[in-house]
């Protein structure tokens, strides 16, 4: 059991808005708060509206409803909103009309800055130009684009329109954004000419153009000038975004919309077929990511928010939305965190007197071995809060954040979740201690418990799944065009129980900690990617029969992923094919999803209905125990995994 690592200061606790929220609510501590909110769900998001305020068009006439089962819950019946008026439109007739809204940096040092007036004049622009381009309600807009300004005012006029976007890794490369694009049915794609890594000009137009040419309903491409590439150009097709809001008005009608209204299309990947695009709605993902910000990151509206993430994973629109609507500051950088130096992050915190920088433990991992003296070249003073999510810490990284970036005063607000959930299901607040990779709290609202594997609860220490057992605003509505994938892969497990998939376990002192997925999913620097789109880049190849990719440990990205193939009559295993393999997936879904090898094997471990026990896979390759084996059919399979694991001695 790990000690206490940092203690908040009195003065930090009659501050937080965690503390002032437990005032208003007239409860003493978090754990009256969460039993309430556990009795109450209703009651308990009526009090999180109250604090961080929407501002209805017209008030709800029914909290919450589940006449049609937990599973299918739905808010705020009978109201009227918009996110896009919660995050833009009410500010600016208010103090914060002038205030900074969005600061900007790239790689190549261009700062921009917009106000919450300058956001809401470029979205009701673009807005009006969207609705001139032919897209209204219920249309899907994708954006593709790096994250710049314009991002952030393309999801708020999407909003705005009534219709729904969804947000693409930048890094994908042309089928992985086209499946996305196709899945969704996006009708119109935002992207932008290029951008820069590491010094050198990346053209995300030429990629979007290949990923529209394998999807038959993009019509139109609206692309952001942001390095002045010259692109290839469709005459009919392809509109620059700057000549479109140019002819535009600067005021728009802010659509009306029931709150369970869809908005976002956003896809993650499971343990099998392709992604799910899990739906969310006005009233779900930003009011959950607000709370989270509010309650758990302590954000305040004189603060300035980093989150060094992508808009394709939810913490891009997490950012977006949760510090709009506190009316608070974000900060997008679009870059590489140790280009041109190794203290580049820690520059721009410096430059820009962030508060609240979130890093995952790869950033760490990749930075800390540069040494301790480039965080301590700059004034990080104004920092007050550490973020972490996207996978599990190690004990070392995790130090070497708090002491060296934190000044051992910034707590780190370890937090896991998901995209289907908007947010945090554990995290941390900042009125009570901290032990070294750890979670203090299950989030308030959060009916958080850790079962076995009969349902039970789990013996304090012991490791179990960590389940849900009531409802919340920021559940998925589902999976786009795939219902029964919902329920299958979050609610048969357990009656009227959300099972999420990670092992977990909280100790006697009542620190939480994660233990890994419970299911294969693979997560790579954070990101979370099913072992079907490897699978499925390796099989298009002649040579591959067939194929199985798990995630193995990795001294830098957490987690780095191994593929096994089987080859095909006459196809001849040799480093060069192996090598052709791994650079056919990394075309196929983005460099930084390359595999770290590819190993040929005869057979895979399967089960009696020819499914691959990818768990068993991932056991022998890393020589632990495999668990239950009855449902294998080809025991023989598991030692042609250990034969090929440079981790076993033979």
Partial sequence: MSEVVWRPTAEMVANARITKFLDRCGLPDLEALQARAVADPAWFWEQVVADVGIDWYEPPTETLDVSAGPLWARWFRGARMNLANDCVDKHVTTHRRNKLAVIYEGEDGTVRKWTYRDLWAESNRLANGLRALGVGKGDRVGIFLPMLPETVAAI?????????????????????????????????????????????????????????????????????????????????????????????????????????????????????????????????????????????????????????????????????????????????????????????????????????????????????????????????????????????????????????????????????????????????????????????????????????????????????????????????????????????????RFANVWVHGDWASVDRDGFWYIHGRSDDTIKIAGKRVGPAEFESALVGHPAVAEAAAISVPHAVKGEAVVCFAILRAGAVASDALAQELRERVAGELGRPLMPEAVKFVAALPKTRNAKIMRRVVKAAYLGKEPGDLTALENPDAVLEITKVSPLISH
């Fill in 156 to 492: 708020m006029a999407v909003a705005k329109l009534g219709a729904i976007f969804t947000p693409v890794f930048s890094g994908f490369a042309p089928q992985a954004v086209a499946n996305r694009l196709a899945d969704a049915g996006c009708k119109l794609l935002i992207t932008a000419d290029g951008f820069t890594r590491r010094g050198k000009p990346v053209n995300m137009k030429a990629v979007a153009d290949e990923a529209v040419a394998l999807t038959g309903s993009v019509q139109q491409v609206l692309v952001v000038r942001r390095l002045g590439l010259p692109v290839a150009w469709t005459e009919g097709r392809d509109v620059w975004y700057d000549e479109l809001l140019a002819a535009q008005p600067q005021t728009f009608a802010t659509e009306r919309l029931d709150p369970e209204e869809p908005v976002m299309i956003i896809y993650t990947s499971g343990t099998t077929g392709p992604p799910k695009g899990a739906l969310h709605v006005h009233c779900g993902f930003p009011l959950k990511a607000t709370q989270d910000m509010a309650h758990i990151m302590d954000l305040g509206e004189q603060d300035v928010m980093m989150w060094f993430t992508d808009i394709g994973w939810m913490m891009g629109p997490w950012l977006i939305f949760g510090t709009l609507m506190l009316g608070s500051t974000m900060f997008l950088y679009d870059g590489a965190p140790d280009f041109p130096q190794p203290d580049r992050i820690w520059a721009l915190v410096e430059r820009h007197g962030i508060t609240h920088l979130g890093l995952s433990p790869t950033v760490i991992r990749a930075l800390a071995p540069h040494g301790s003296e480039f965080p301590a070249r700059h004034d990080l003073s104004s920092l007050r809060i550490l973020g972490s999510t996207g996978e599990p810490w190690n004990p070392e990284p995790y130090l070497w954040f708090f002491e060296h970036v934190g000044g051992k005063r910034c707590p780190i607000i370890n937090y896991s979740g998901g995209t289907e959930t908007s947010g945090g299901i554990l995290g941390c607040v900042v009125t009570r201690p901290l032990k070294v990779c750890s979670f203090n709290v299950a989030i308030p609202g959060m009916g958080v418990q850790i079962l076995d594997e009969h349902g039970g609860a789990a013996e304090p220490g012991a490791v179990g799944e960590l389940c849900l057992t009531v409802p919340w605003v920021g559940m998925t509505r589902g999976f786009w065009r795939a219902p029964e994938r919902y329920v299958e892969a979050y609610w048969s």
